[in-house]
């Protein structure tokens, strides 16, 4: 009696499944002014909450500084070990209350300690300085950091300091304002040019003038609020902004960056940035599309050979990530006509996913597309085949032609 009360429970279960589907799970709960969430081994858009609205970004500004002083470092107008020292401008910033996170004092530092300071422990004053060093003075420096935004598409984005601060206490008009999606197109953008950036935002403290300083970031390993996998990025704070946070992290071959804009609380934007990644490991499966060497089902279109068409398989395994409870999506083939010889394994085609309900791209980025080649050989045909094939293409186009044509008009061709 047991034993059939057992499998009735079972039967029923199945049966609710069936009826019943899982559905996704919940978005996350993300108490924030604005955010974004995108894998960046797929850059897939995983989540988004008023990621356009223009909001100011504090000190996460000094993502576009810092970027702009390593492009510097990169073209050779700077060097690491290039000395600097900070203007009164830069060092006034320090004897404001609140606002120096670095005591700087009127003495040469190093851009790279410059650099490291102003990412690991946002300092204000190394910000102004490097500004200084690049362009000469923070005013001309916020013009090239305006012009770097519109070439990176940045449209709801407008700097008018180097640090984050507000006017009053940046000493400059106007306003940093930027949005979600204008700060992910930024970030992508470092760390697709300079991924070494992580090696520098992912410790916990740094050292200057003898002096120990612990990270802005509570998510490094080591910190209160360390998660596992967190490679940085930039945090940001002030009155206006509220508290921010770009993070990234790292788990099971995956890499996963998230904007948080506008939190009410210090813990705010560290809790809605661990619930954002969460949700990303978590909810979305790397699903295979086709296998490595997969025969697809579409054959491409061979002029002139042997045989009119010939098989593509992929040479890599092709993936996409898809939430839970999701359908798969289909894949797209590209495959151009081609003419005979063919060689085995010559590229012919490409795969990819379009954007649909369930997968989404940044806007602007091209999906990521899997090369098929050819799965075998093709020689060209005889001169007796292809005259075949042509007299039966033109008997065709003639069958065609009389097909659509009434019984009057062929009389009067006859």
């Excluded at 910033?93 to 410059?114: H, Q, S």
């Excluded at 050979?305 to 839970?324: I, S």
Aim: net charge negative; aromatic share 6%; glycine share 6%.
């Amino acid at each position: 009696m047991k034993d059939k009360w057992i499998v009735s429970v079972l039967i029923c279960a199945v049966l609710i499944t069936i009826v019943f589907p899982m559905n996704a799970s919940a978005a996350p709960k993300v108490e924030a002014s604005g955010a974004m969430l995108v894998d960046m081994t797929t850059g897939q858009v995983l989540f988004s909450k008023d990621e356009d609205a223009m909001l100011p970004p504090a000190s996460i500004t000094k993502l576009m500084t810092t970027f702009l002083v390593r492009e510097a470092v990169e073209s050779g107008e700077l060097s690491w070990n290039e000395e600097v020292t900070p203007s009164e401008a830069a060092l006034a910033l320090t004897r404001k209350p609140g606002l120096a996170r670095i005591p700087l004092v009127n003495k040469p530092y190093t851009v790279k300690e410059l650099y490291d300071v102003a990412l690991i422990r946002s300092a204000n004053e190394a910000a102004v300085t490097l500004s200084e060093a690049v362009a000469g003075s923070e005013e001309v420096f916020v013009q090239q950091m305006n012009e770097r935004a519109t070439e990176l598409g940045m449209t709801q984005t407008t700097f008018a300091n180097v640090s984050g601060l507000d006017s009053v206490s940046a000493g400059r008009p106007g306003e940093n304002l930027t949005s979600a999606n204008d700060l992910m197109r930024l970030a992508l953008a470092y760390l697709t040019k300079f991924p070494d950036v992580l090696d520098v935002t992912k410790r916990a403290y740094v050292d200057i003038d003898g002096v120990r300083f612990e990270a802005t970031n509570r998510m490094l390993s080591g910190r209160d609020l360390a998660y596992p996998g967190m490679l940085g990025f930039k945090t940001g704070t002030t009155d206006d902004a509220g508290y921010c946070f770009i993070g990234v992290s790292t788990r099971d071959g995956r890499t996963v960056l998230s904007v948080v804009l506008g939190a009410e609380t210090d813990n705010g934007r560290y809790e809605a940035t661990k619930a954002l990644h969460e949700f990303a490991y978590r909810d979305f499966v790397m699903t295979p599309i086709l296998r490595t060497g997969e025969i697809v089902p579409e054959n491409v279109f061979v002029a002139e050979g042997e045989v009119e068409t010939v098989a593509a398989r992929t040479t890599a395994a092709f993936e996409v990530l898809v939430e839970k409870g999701q359908a798969v999506p289909e894949p797209v083939y590209d495959l151009p006509d081609t003419k005979a010889p063919v060689a085995v394994d010559q590229q012919v085609g490409t795969v990819t996913i379009e954007p649909s309900e369930s997968v989404r791209y940044l806007d602007g980025e091209s999906p990521p597309t899997g090369t098929l080649v050819t799965a075998e050989s093709v020689e060209t045909a005889s001169f007796l085949t292809r005259m075949s094939r042509a007299f039966a293409d033109f008997l065709e186009e003639v069958r065609l032609v009389l097909g659509k044509l009434s019984l009057v008009d062929r009389v009067e061709m006859l």
